[in-house]
């Protein structure tokens, strides 16, 4: 059973940074591809970015770009976002996701496997 754990959000200020972390268990991802998803209270499910595991592709938002960077770890098996110059827009409860095939990465509903979420607040 693969398992996917979030860890790393908390509250901050406008401004600042922090590094979400999304821990791979239950199997070791050769291909496919890795994600950060965001939902903000009363607001649809949102793309942020994604990786390819084995390539290093990475995918952005607009609204993140130049902002936030995605990487992974693979001995680990380890997802990370980094997210600097941080906004009260980007609040959200942030979902680990990962697929094992390629294909479009900007559709939640392509990915197999989710975390349970990290809540992400910054304050003005």
């Known amino acids: 059973q693969v398992q996917l754990v979030e860890s790393g959000g908390g509250l901050v200020q406008a401004g600042n940074s922090l590094r979400l972390s999304c821990a791979v268990s239950?199997?070791?991802?050769?291909?496919?591809?890795m994600a950060w998803f965001r939902q903000a209270p009363g607001k649809e499910r949102e793309f942020v970015s994604a990786i390819t595991w084995n390539g290093g592709s990475t995918y952005y938002a607009d609204s993140v770009k130049g902002r936030f960077t995605i990487s992974r770890d693979y001995p680990k098996n380890t997802m990370y976002l980094q997210m600097n110059s941080l906004k009260t827009e980007d609040t959200a409860v942030y979902y680990c996701?990962?697929?094992?095939?390629?294909?479009?990465?900007?559709?939640?509903?392509?990915?197999?496997?989710w975390g349970q979420g990290t809540q992400v607040t910054v304050s003005s």
């Open positions: 996701a990962a697929r094992t095939t390629y294909g479009t990465v900007y559709i939640a509903k392509a990915y197999q496997y």
């Open positions: 239950g199997r070791t991802f050769g291909s496919g591809v």
